[in-house]
């Protein structure tokens, strides 16, 4: 297949939209949607990622609570999300405007968002400047899940998230499912 | 919807999976799967990053090297992607075992593979520890993309890459287009 070279933007895709919570000194809370959030360490503890713009308001939220919520929304939130992503905490309630619910968390003072299935709760471990955007490090403290996405052994059931990606400027469900890590050791 | 909290393990998904080359001192190249690629400045300049376990032989290459390659794999590749992520390349020369084609990069040593669609050469800018993973954060050189994936002026058509997701253990299909980010701006 001949390739041709581009000017990258955001080359990778697709990503897991999130809605991250925050909140100010006097309590109120913040949205701000991600088109991407990010794996850094998977188990042990379990660290999170995410890159926000200078300029935006949840920037210096997080950066003064020094916590944030990181929030999975379903794919029948878009609209919402959307919203979420186009104006800013400084001028609108979002919470209010939108018509989203705020349910308090267990271990940090940004609220989680009760429509999204899934809910981890973080505090700040660092913020380091890449390039165009800030990465704030986060460690989940707690997670919270629907419990209609759970099996009875308590393991999510992906096809139950109805997750949302996020893919160059666009909005994706995701697909089917093709096989499960390691299936071709079990070809061998 | 009530909720259920449960012990937190790579929380995030679906992410993007990647295929990240890098060669040893005397050029002997090497391919890793990755469950996800992160975005980290999408424009100015590109950045991107990659959580890699200290255990693995790529840790080392790509340190040493201090370049890499992103590729991203379509899922009519998965069997090859599959077995990438779960041998080592200190046994194997996965290219030749796997019939992957090496084409050589414009500005690094290690290779693009021919079968990806998308191809990116970084530069090693910094490596951190965050708990199991070492986070290599890289700059984007090189963009290269199928040309039967851009359209008449040179956009990526997501569609035509067949995207390949990693989601809690599972290999994803990309479903459907449900949207344009700001879209909700035009309904306003």
Excluded at 129 to 154: K, N, R
Excluded at 176 to 185: A, V
Aim: proline share 7%; charged share 20%; net charge neutral.
């Amino acid at each position: 297949m001949p390739k041709r070279t581009i000017k990258p933007f955001r080359p990778i895709y697709p990503t897991p939209a999130g809605l991250i919570t925050s909140v100010d000194a006097a309590g109120t809370a913040n949205i701000i949607t991600l088109g991407e959030v990010h794996n850094l360490s998977i188990g042990k503890p379990v660290i999170v990622g995410i890159a926000v713009a200078r300029p935006r308001h949840s920037h210096e939220l997080i950066r003064q609570c020094r916590q944030f919520v990181v929030n999975l929304p379903p794919a029948d939130l878009l609209e919402k999300v959307d919203r979420c992503g186009t104006t800013s905490g400084r001028d609108l309630d979002k919470f209010a405007a939108f018509g989203l619910t705020a349910v308090p968390a267990e271990q940090v003072r940004p609220p989680l968002i009760a429509e999204c299935p899934v809910n981890l709760e973080c505090r700040l471990l660092d913020v380091q400047t890449w390039g165009d955007h800030d990465l704030f490090v986060g460690e989940v403290l707690v997670e919270h899940v629907d419990e209609s996405a759970l099996d009875g052994s308590g393991r999510v059931q992906v096809e139950k998230l109805n997750c949302l990606c996020y893919v160059h400027g666009e909005y994706w469900t995701l697909g089917r499912r093709l096989g499960t890590h390691g299936f071709t050791r079990a070809q061998a």
